[in-house]
Every structure is written in C-alpha cells, then in structure tokens.
C-alpha cells in the first residue's frame, strides 16, 4: 500500500511500539501479561488505522475540472469572492475514512500560498470558516482560482505538498489535511459551462469531473 508523503512515521511508531510491548508480554508473568499484550492489540489497531488514513491510491485522472478531494459535496453555490470575483463555490467534506491527499482540479501555476491559524470547529458547520486553513490561489487557463484546505475538529496540520511558483499539473498532489477536514474551491463563474456534481455526492480526488469549462 502506498502512503502519502510524510506520513510514515505516523505508522512506524505504533508499530514498533506494538513490537516492543508484544515481546515484552513474553517474558512477563500473569497480570502484566495480559496489560502489554492489551496494549500491544490496541497499538496494532492503530497502526492499521494510520495504514488506512495515509494511503494514497493511484488515480486515473478525469476530465474537464476534477475534485480537488475525496468526500461528500456539502456546498454548491454561486458567491461574490474577494479574489475571484463572481465565481461557483463547490465545498467537500472529509471524513476519517476518506483518503486525505488533495490534488490539483487543473493545470496552473501557483501563485500565492497563505496560512491562517483559527479554531478547530467541525468541517461541516458554518463558523468553521473560521478554523484553521490554507489559501491557495492559482493562475490557470480559465484565469484565478482559489482552493481553500480547512482543518476539522481532529485534523491539527495541514501540509503543502507545493509552494509559490510551482507549476502543476491536474491531478498533482498539492498537500494533506490529517483527520478529517473539508476542501472548498472557488471557479470563476464566467468560465464555467456546467457543475457536474450534485450535493451529498461521493467523489475522488483527481478522478472525478467537477465541473465543465467553457468552450
């Protein structure tokens, strides 16, 4: 299984510690037999549960504008942003189990990465645009866009796989929000034909179409 970058030793630890807490109720008696080998269960559980956060699948990247992360589409509406202007907000929410690697929805160049420290509201609440987040703004075909990472109650860390100036292409890595979070991006509106999600969709990084562009 392939684990997203950086995240190794999020499964190494537990899992040396389950090693080490395993062979140690080997050499224990009663009691304490039962304690290290219970902790050694409970480490191996968390091992397999970092295993399954951190994976990063490989994708057969879609067309048009793909899904800057896997989730459930909690938001789809038209805004006036202070960046793009008159633009189509479409909002994903991530839950533990989803795979937390955000990819690019298009080719560009990035422009401008900025860091807001905040609180760690629920992803899915209005007052979460208050939490914690990272802005990043790319130049594209179809001008401007912007995508939002904003951490959740559990995710503490966003990492960015990019920094200003890199050019990517669709479907690149662009960085990670650990435990749980949301992913909104911002198109602007006059480039935009069609919206092909849905709310409460289930969609995939990198693969699936989000939306269309204007001819």
Same mark, same amino acid.
């Given at each position: 299984?392939?684990?997203?970058?950086? &995240?190794?030793?999020?499964?190494?630890?537990?899992?040396?510690?389950?090693?080490?807490?395993? *062979?140690?109720?080997?050499?224990?008696?009663?009691?304490?037999?039962?304690? +290290?080998?219970?902790? $050694?269960?409970?480490? !191996?559980?968390?091992?397999?549960?970092?295993?399954?956060?951190?994976?990063?699948?490989?994708?057969?990247?879609?067309?048009?504008?793909?899904?800057?992360?896997?989730?459930?589409?909690?938001?789809?509406?038209?805004?006036?942003?202070?960046?793009?202007?008159? +633009?189509?907000?479409? $909002?994903?929410?991530?839950?533990?189990?989803?795979?937390?690697?955000?990819?690019?929805? !298009?080719?560009?160049?990035?422009?401008?990465?900025?860091?807001?420290?905040? &609180?760690?509201?629920?992803?899915?609440?209005?007052? $979460?645009?208050?939490?914690?987040?990272?802005?990043?703004?790319?130049?594209?075909?179809?001008?401007?866009?912007?995508?939002?990472?904003?951490?959740? /109650?559990?995710? %503490? %860390?966003?990492?960015?796989?990019?920094?200003?100036?890199?050019?990517?292409?669709?479907?690149?890595?662009?960085?990670?929000?650990?435990?749980?979070?949301?992913?909104?991006?911002?198109?602007? @509106?006059?480039? *935009?034909?069609?919206? /092909?999600?849905?709310?409460?969709? %289930?969609?995939? @990084?990198?693969?699936?179409?989000?939306?269309?562009?204007?001819?």
């Amino acid at each position: 299984m392939k684990l997203a970058p950086g &995240s190794l030793s999020w499964v190494l630890v537990p899992f040396v510690f389950f090693l080490f807490f395993l *062979i140690l109720s080997i050499f224990l008696k009663e009691i304490l037999v039962s304690v +290290c080998f219970f902790i $050694s269960i409970i480490l !191996l559980l968390l091992t397999g549960f970092f295993l399954i956060f951190f994976r990063d699948p490989k994708r057969d990247i879609g067309k048009a504008i793909v899904a800057p992360a896997d989730g459930r589409i909690r938001e789809i509406k038209n805004i006036v942003d202070e960046d793009i202007g008159k +633009c189509m907000k479409i $909002s994903t929410f991530m839950n533990v189990y989803n795979v937390h690697v955000n990819r690019m929805p !298009l080719d560009g160049v990035i422009k401008n990465i900025t860091h807001h420290t905040g &609180s760690y509201l629920p992803a899915y609440k209005k007052e $979460s645009d208050r939490n914690e987040r990272v802005i990043l703004t790319i130049k594209t075909d179809i001008g401007i866009i912007k995508i939002v990472q904003i951490a959740g /109650t559990l995710a %503490r %860390r966003i990492v960015s796989y990019v920094k200003e100036k890199d050019k990517v292409k669709k479907g690149d890595k662009i960085g990670i929000i650990k435990f749980g979070s949301r992913v909104d991006i911002f198109l602007p @509106a006059d480039k *935009i034909k069609n919206i /092909t999600v849905n709310l409460n969709d %289930r969609i995939k @990084a990198g693969e699936n179409t989000i939306a269309e562009i204007n001819d």
